[in-house]
């Protein structure tokens, strides 16, 4: 097989990550389609946007809670091992839920406690299996996984809500739960099947020293930390962006449901092509150029979405907005794992996903009470001007601290 064949997603070409990858697609798909079906549930059982909010905090709380320690122990234990145990786990929350569903006699609180059990799983998954990509494919091919996971959840963002909604108007809401417990069966499978070798480096430290490894790290690997402020800015100024599109498809494009369904497809549809262009490139060059550029595009994006009352010129913005900030996370993600070792690499990927998944619930917050105060495109503005300065300023920084590098 030629050299430049390889370059081309090569981590697929890795036995163990395609099992994986296989799998996450199937499970990643019911995971879209159970949220899309819980966020149904919630507003037909209490008929209040407060509860939405409610729900969607307690999915993501834990993880600003807990992910840490769930960093911690994937630099203690097998990282596949957590995984493979986080995900059959999984099982047991989406099938409760279609149980209580299918039997009428679910309420708020149960999908808000159920929530709140997915989001503890997370905490402890997402760090462990953003350092199994390195013990996968190793760091050759670590862009290449990066970018290939996410294009397989993007690519299920565009299909997991697309089959709840056939399910919910042609079968019935339970269906979307109890597929989604099955969805993660396929995962068990692949992680019991693969057949690498763990890199783990095990940590004798106590939890909070441990911990506070990956703190000194960062703050040590300059370029590091300004990546990690940069998604810190845009996980509180940026990506809220979303919550706000519900108001946008009502009162600003006057285009109701369907309308917020196709901004939200078609950010997807941006997202999958922005992952899958990292994935067939293999890796970036000139990564203190790229991350900036992408995060700029993204952040113009939204700033052109918040100042647009036409419906298609909203459309083609998005779709930006979405390939803008997957390839700048992506990037930012490979240039991370690149840079650390492997006895570091889960509690680095945890403060990783404490910055971009851990402040959700600050940033919804946030551009809500600037919503309510200012209203909602001028908060769109301000949050994205935020964004636009941050990216300007990062690479002055990153340009500085590269050059002393010597890279």
């Known amino acids: 097989m030629p050299d430049n064949d390889l370059k081309r997603f090569s981590a697929l070409y890795n036995r163990d990550f395609r099992l994986f990858w296989l799998g996450q697609v199937i499970s990643l798909s019911g995971t879209w389609m159970?949220?899309?079906?819980?966020?149904?549930?919630?507003?037909?059982?209490?008929?209040?946007?407060?509860?939405?909010?409610?729900?969607?905090?307690?999915?993501?709380?834990?993880?600003?809670?807990?992910?840490?320690?769930?960093?911690?122990?994937?630099?203690?234990?097998?990282?596949?091992?957590?995984?493979?145990?986080?995900?059959?786990?999984?099982?047991?929350?989406?099938?409760?839920?279609?149980?209580?569903?299918?039997?009428?006699?679910?309420?708020?609180?149960?999908?808000?406690?159920?929530?709140?059990?997915?989001?503890?799983?997370?905490?402890?998954?997402?760090?462990?299996?953003?350092?199994?990509?390195?013990?996968?494919?190793?760091?050759?091919?670590i862009t290449s996984a990066i970018a290939l996971n996410s294009a397989a959840f993007n690519?299920?963002?565009?299909?997991?809500?697309?089959m709840a909604g056939i399910l919910i108007a042609g079968v019935s809401m339970p269906a979307c739960f109890f597929l989604n417990a099955l969805s993660f069966v396929p995962v068990v499978i692949a992680l019991s099947r693969i057949k690498a070798v763990e890199?783990?480096?095990?940590?004798?430290?106590?939890?909070?020293?441990?911990?506070?490894?990956?703190?000194?790290?960062?703050?040590?690997?300059?370029?590091?930390?300004?990546?990690?402020?940069?998604?810190?800015?845009?996980?509180?100024?940026?990506i809220p962006y979303v919550t706000m599109l519900p108001v946008i498809a009502e009162e600003v494009l006057n285009s109701g449901v369907t309308g917020l369904s196709m901004l939200v497809s078609t950010a997807g549809t941006g997202s999958f092509i922005g992952a899958i262009f990292i994935?067939?490139?293999?890796?970036?060059?000139?990564?203190?150029?790229?991350?900036?550029?992408?995060?700029?595009?993204?952040?113009?994006?939204?700033?052109?979405?918040?100042?647009?009352?036409?419906?298609?010129?909203?459309?083609f913005f998005i779709f930006f907005a979405g390939l803008g900030i997957v390839s700048f996370l992506a990037v930012c993600n490979s240039f991370i794992q690149h840079t650390v070792s492997d006895a570091l690499r889960g509690r680095v990927m945890s403060l990783y996903t404490l910055v971009f998944l851990g402040f959700a619930p600050l940033g919804n917050s946030a551009i809500g009470f600037a919503a309510h105060a200012f209203g909602t495109l001028e908060s769109l503005h301000l949050f994205a001007a935020v964004c636009i300065i941050s990216s300007m300023l990062f690479a002055l920084l990153f340009a500085r601290h590269h050059e002393e590098a010597g890279v």
Request: net charge positive; proline share 4%.
């Open 34 to 141: 159970h949220s899309v079906a819980q966020g149904w549930l919630v507003y037909s059982l209490t008929k209040s946007p407060l509860y939405l909010g409610l729900v969607a905090s307690c999915a993501s709380l834990p993880i600003l809670l807990f992910t840490l320690l769930g960093g911690s122990l994937a630099d203690r234990y097998p990282r596949r091992n957590i995984v493979l145990v986080t995900q059959a786990l999984s099982i047991v929350p989406a099938l409760t839920l279609g149980i209580l569903t299918y039997l009428d006699i679910v309420e708020v609180w149960h999908v808000a406690v159920l929530a709140f059990l997915f989001g503890m799983l997370n905490a402890f998954d997402v760090p462990a299996r953003q350092a199994l990509l390195s013990d996968l494919v190793g760091r050759k091919n």
């Open 155 to 162: 690519g299920a963002r565009v299909l997991g809500p697309l």
């Open 199 to 238: 890199k783990t480096i095990v940590n004798e430290k106590g939890f909070l020293e441990g911990i506070g490894d990956g703190w000194r790290f960062v703050l040590r690997e300059k370029r590091v930390l300004y990546i990690m402020s940069l998604i810190t800015i845009f996980s509180l100024f940026g």
């Open 279 to 315: 994935a067939f490139r293999g890796d970036i060059g000139l990564k203190g150029l790229f991350i900036p550029a992408a995060a700029n595009v993204f952040a113009m994006a939204v700033m052109a979405l918040s100042f647009s009352h036409n419906y298609y010129l909203s459309l």
